[in-house]
């Protein structure tokens, strides 16, 4: 059976929560990860749209294609 290490971020998160968190602690600690990781993630959209020169049009595009495959009957 194959062992799987923690990541230095699980590592890290398991010494943080080693101690008792209120519940108002606990929100704010969830929230500050969910920004951290929603900045990410906007931060690599916004170099895709540089990189792929995407705009508003290209959106309304997608938004309005059709990929749906017909079924054959």
């Known amino acids: 059976m194959q062992t799987q290490k923690l990541t230095n971020l699980q590592l890290e998160l398991l010494k943080v929560f080693s101690y008792q968190l209120n519940q108002q602690q606990l929100t704010d600690i969830k929230k500050l990860l969910a920004n951290y990781f929603a900045e990410q993630a906007t931060q ?3 170099k895709l749209w540089e990189e ?3 705009d508003n ?17």
């Open 44 to 46: 690599e959209m916004d």
């Open 52 to 54: 792929n020169n995407w």
């Open 57 to 73: 049009n290209t959106m309304t595009t997608w938004a309005n294609e059709h990929l749906r495959i017909p079924y054959k009957s």
